[in-house]
């Protein structure tokens, strides 16, 4: 009899299995899909040989995440960590630049350094205090209060009332922007604010990495490593119900909160299935990827360096399309996020050649190719991109939810994003990876510490699952 199972193979699924696997457990993985990293997957979207990100891309959250630190990320898959972590052309001017050092963006923004370097120099030395605060359950006493104290307060500057941060040009506010628009929700939020501020000290600390071979190689190591501490994967199984499973001692869901709530319809009370199924969804994502038969010809070169780089000009603009999208309405200047990731891998594309990955916001189920719209941003800032093109692949966020039900609507940030819904995730507990249902657990983007690719998701609800079911209390990689 094996003792646990898993269900999703996403970075979440992963990162659970092994957990329990080197806490001495006979573990099974089961996957509906045909190969392990669900979002932090790759593969030949465009034409053979040009490699791309199925959805993660760029792995800051990776690189902070003390899972991924003890478990030694970067001994195992290769990194491309660049000196630029993310690069947002404006028109008519240079492009600001996120640089890993903070005194040289702090100087290269010139009027706007001032306050750049007042938001982030405390963060940044306080930094360890800071990936512990949002790397985790915040119902909690933080280990670093006087951090946690300074991000907090920076949230609420640079969330609802920007104006306040101290800013005097246009550049700054645009190059915060761009790292907070990833939360898929209105600017003026709380979560944006904070998402803003974790991604940008992320940026200065341990950088915005790539790896090498794509999102597919952390996957791979990961199920390589469960393989060689006992553990088995099942690909190809769709799992609806206990009665699906083999019985184990624990089950632990890399899934949708709605998903959970029809696994365990005879197990859950009934106050608690209604609040997964009510569980909000945001804004979705539409997506596409593009071969390239050079590198995209910015108007500012440096942009080159940057494998990261954010679409959408001013703070203003960029916030206006924001709130179209949670209007209902596609932008018809969208906010793009865009990674040129064979710039530091080559192994991505054919010699001279290059791969793009972008993606805009649009309401959940959108039916929107986006194609048209990412490309006239891109030349906006690039002119001559189009003519570079030689294949693309769009998907919409209704294409999105049929390749993964997970992503309901083409949402990809496990609900929707809100200060609230950071603290109540999915539902307001101090342990909210267990369910009322003994053995059963949610390892999901759903529960804290939200979205990224950082699998401490999966790694909390493991071990819970290891004290709770197993009587272990000194869980592996802690």
Same mark, same amino acid.
């Given at each position: 009899?094996?003792?646990?199972?898993?269900?999703?193979?996403?970075?979440?699924?992963?990162?659970?299995?092994?957990?329990?696997?080197?806490?001495?457990?006979?573990?099974?993985?089961?996957?509906?899909?045909?190969?392990?990293?669900?979002?932090?997957?790759?593969?030949?979207?465009?034409?053979?040989?040009?490699?791309?990100?199925?959805?993660?891309?760029?792995?800051?959250?990776?690189?902070?995440?003390?899972?991924?630190?003890?478990?030694?990320?970067?001994?195992?898959?290769?990194?491309?960590?660049?000196?630029?972590?993310?690069?947002?052309?404006?028109?008519?001017?240079?492009?600001?630049?996120?640089?890993?050092?903070?005194?040289?963006?702090?100087?290269?923004?010139?009027?706007?350094?001032?306050?750049?370097?007042?938001?982030?120099?405390?963060?940044?030395?306080?930094?360890?205090?800071?990936?512990?605060?949002?790397?985790?359950?915040?119902?909690?006493?933080?280990?670093?209060?006087?951090?946690?104290?300074?991000?907090?307060?920076?949230?609420?500057? +640079?969330?609802? &009332? @920007?104006?306040?941060?101290?800013?005097? /040009?246009? *550049? #700054?506010?645009? $190059?915060? %922007?761009?790292?907070?628009? +990833?939360?898929? &929700? @209105?600017?003026?939020?709380?979560?944006? /604010?904070? *998402? #803003?501020?974790? $991604?940008? %000290?992320?940026?200065?600390?341990?950088?915005?990495?790539?790896?090498?071979?794509?999102?597919?190689?952390? *996957?791979?190591?990961?199920?390589?490593?469960?393989?060689?501490?006992?553990?088995?994967?099942?690909?190809?199984?769709?799992?609806?119900?206990? *009665?699906?499973?083999?019985?184990?001692?624990?089950?632990?869901?890399?899934?949708?909160?709605?998903?959970?709530?029809?696994?365990?319809?005879?197990?859950?009370?009934?106050?608690?299935?209604?609040?997964?199924?009510?569980?909000?969804?945001?804004?979705?994502?539409?997506?596409?990827?593009?071969?390239?038969?050079?590198?995209?010809?910015?108007?500012?070169?440096?942009?080159?360096?940057?494998?990261?780089?954010?679409?959408?000009?001013?703070?203003?603009?960029?916030?206006?399309?924001?709130?179209?999208?949670?209007?209902?309405?596609?932008?018809?200047?969208?906010?793009?996020?865009?990674?040129?990731?064979?710039?530091?891998?080559?192994?991505?594309?054919?010699?001279?050649?290059?791969?793009?990955?972008?993606?805009?916001?649009?309401?959940?189920?959108?039916?929107?190719?986006?194609?048209?719209?990412?490309?006239?941003?891109?030349?906006?800032?690039?002119?001559?991109?189009?003519?570079?093109?030689?294949?693309?692949?769009?998907?919409?966020?209704?294409?999105?939810?049929?390749?993964?039900?997970?992503?309901?609507?083409?949402?990809?940030?496990?609900?929707?994003?809100?200060?609230?819904?950071?603290?109540?995730?999915?539902?307001?507990?101090?342990?909210?990876?267990?369910?009322?249902?003994?053995?059963?657990?949610?390892?999901?983007?759903?529960?804290?510490?939200?979205?990224?690719?950082?699998?401490?998701?999966?790694?909390?609800?493991?071990?819970?699952?290891?004290?709770?079911?197993?009587?272990?209390?000194?869980?592996?990689?802690?």
């Amino acid at each position: 009899m094996i003792d646990a199972t898993v269900v999703g193979a996403g970075p979440n699924g992963l990162v659970a299995a092994v957990t329990l696997a080197h806490a001495g457990l006979r573990v099974r993985l089961v996957e509906r899909g045909e190969r392990v990293g669900g979002g932090m997957s790759s593969a030949e979207l465009t034409l053979p040989g040009y490699l791309h990100d199925v959805c993660s891309a760029v792995h800051p959250g990776a690189l902070a995440s003390s899972f991924f630190r003890s478990w030694g990320l970067t001994e195992r898959v290769p990194f491309r960590i660049p000196e630029v972590s993310y690069a947002h052309p404006l028109d008519g001017r240079p492009a600001a630049l996120a640089y890993r050092d903070l005194d040289r963006t702090v100087a290269e923004l010139e009027e706007d350094g001032p306050a750049w370097n007042r938001m982030m120099r405390p963060l940044v030395d306080r930094f360890a205090g800071v990936q512990d605060f949002t790397g985790n359950q915040l119902l909690r006493v933080p280990r670093d209060p006087i951090a946690a104290v300074r991000y907090g307060l920076r949230s609420l500057v +640079h969330g609802p &009332a @920007p104006a306040l941060a101290g800013f005097r /040009g246009q *550049a #700054g506010p645009a $190059l915060f %922007a761009g790292a907070a628009a +990833h939360t898929v &929700a @209105p600017l003026h939020s709380l979560a944006s /604010g904070g *998402a #803003g501020l974790m $991604l940008a %000290a992320f940026g200065h600390t341990v950088g915005w990495g790539l790896p090498v071979g794509g999102s597919q190689a952390i *996957a791979d190591a990961l199920a390589a490593d469960l393989v060689a501490h006992g553990g088995e994967i099942v690909l190809g199984q769709h799992v609806g119900s206990p *009665a699906d499973l083999e019985p184990s001692a624990a089950t632990l869901l890399d899934t949708s909160p709605a998903h959970l709530a029809r696994f365990g319809e005879d197990l859950l009370p009934g106050g608690y299935r209604r609040a997964l199924e009510r569980w909000p969804r945001g804004d979705g994502v539409a997506k596409v990827d593009f071969a390239t038969s050079g590198p995209i010809p910015w108007s500012d070169p440096r942009v080159a360096t940057a494998p990261t780089v954010h679409l959408g000009g001013t703070r203003a603009e960029i916030a206006a399309g924001e709130r179209d999208v949670a209007r209902g309405r596609v932008p018809e200047r969208p906010y793009v996020l865009l990674v040129q990731p064979s710039f530091e891998d080559p192994s991505r594309a054919p010699a001279g050649h290059h791969t793009v990955w972008a993606y805009i916001h649009v309401p959940a189920g959108s039916e929107v190719d986006a194609t048209e719209l990412v490309t006239q941003q891109i030349e906006r800032f690039a002119p001559g991109f189009r003519d570079l093109v030689v294949a693309s692949a769009s998907r919409s966020a209704a294409e999105l939810e049929e390749e993964n039900p997970n992503d309901p609507g083409g949402e990809i940030m496990g609900g929707r994003m809100s200060i609230w819904r950071l603290v109540r995730r999915p539902v307001l507990s101090t342990v909210p990876w267990r369910t009322p249902a003994p053995g059963l657990f949610l390892a999901s983007a759903s529960t804290p510490p939200g979205p990224s690719t950082h699998g401490m998701n999966g790694w909390f609800a493991a071990r819970t699952a290891l004290r709770d079911v197993f009587d272990i209390h000194d869980a592996p990689f802690a």
